[in-house]
T-cell receptor, first 115, second 114 residues
Framework: NAGVMQNPRHLVRRRGQEARLRCSPM?????VYWYRQLPEEGLKFMVY????????ESGMPKERFSAEFPKEGPSILRIQQVVRGDSAAYFC?????????????FGPGTRLTVL | SQKIEQNSEALNIQEGKTATLTCNYT??????LQWYRQDPGRGPVFLLL?????KEKRKERLKVTFDTTLKQSLFHITASQPADSATYLC?????????????FGRGTSLIVHP
């Protein structure tokens, strides 16, 4: 059973471009979470999704950021018109059920660099 | 506001000793607490979960305690090895926007010297 997969592993964008980060959860997992991690800082929750539904996006910036988890295919975190402050590691995690009863399985992350 | 605190200073210990890491929290009563390990350039890896009604949990060389009165969890690694060197994160469930979301501390770096 493959683990959580994220691609690309490294992404370089110039200011104003769009960044698309993909996450394929573990087989059988229907819950996906996105986190952002800055150097020397903790993981900051961004958004929690189930198939075709955004459950909680309280950690997402109000502008430029969006996420989806379609019925088929990976979850996508999209950042429009990137700025230097968006440079960070973005981690995706999945779980088979509510986080109340199970741990999260993390992917290797996508390191976004904005020039 | 709710806060999770982990010692920002790295913990340096000698191989074979017991490493003890601390996670303190304020203004919250979590139903459970988790510990993760993160190596440089990698995603966190789940280690242990302890519920509020459990005082202690063990897994091989790992032990976690959870004191809801002190609002503190201790994470112990016995007979530590250089391979245990990593950053260790604690996470508490917090109700965010109506859902339970694991909220992470900044982590403590552990360095085990041979």
């Amino acid at each position: 059973n493959a683990g959580v997969m994220q691609n690309p592993r490294h992404l370089v964008r110039r200011r104003g471009q769009e960044a698309r980060l993909r996450c394929s959860p573990m087989k059988g997992h229907s819950h996906v979470y996105w986190y952002r991690q800055l150097p020397e800082e903790g993981l900051k929750f961004m958004v929690y999704l189930q198939k075709e539904n955004i459950i909680d996006e309280s950690g997402m910036p109000k502008e430029r950021f969006s996420a989806e988890f379609p019925k088929e295919g990976p979850s996508i975190l999209r950042i429009q018109q990137v700025v230097r402050g968006d440079s960070a590691a973005y981690f995706c995690a999945s779980s088979p059920s509510s986080p109340l009863v199970s741990e999260q399985f993390f992917g290797p992350g996508t390191r976004l660099t904005v020039l | 506001s709710q806060k999770i605190e982990q010692n920002s200073e790295a913990l340096n210990i000698q191989e074979g000793k017991t490493a003890t890491l601390t996670c303190n929290y304020t203004n919250y009563s979590p139903a459970y607490l988790q510990w993760y390990r993160q190596d440089p350039g990698r995603g966190p890896v789940f280690l242990l979960l302890i519920r509020e009604n459990e005082k202690e949990k063990r897994k091989e060389r790992l032990k976690v305690t959870f004191d809801t009165t002190l609002k503190q969890s201790l994470f112990h690694i016995t007979a530590s090895q250089p391979a245990d060197s990593a950053t260790y994160l604690c996470a508490l469930d917090m109700i965010t926007g109506g859902s339970y979301i694991p909220t992470f501390g900044r982590g403590t770096s552990l360095i085990v010297h041979p």
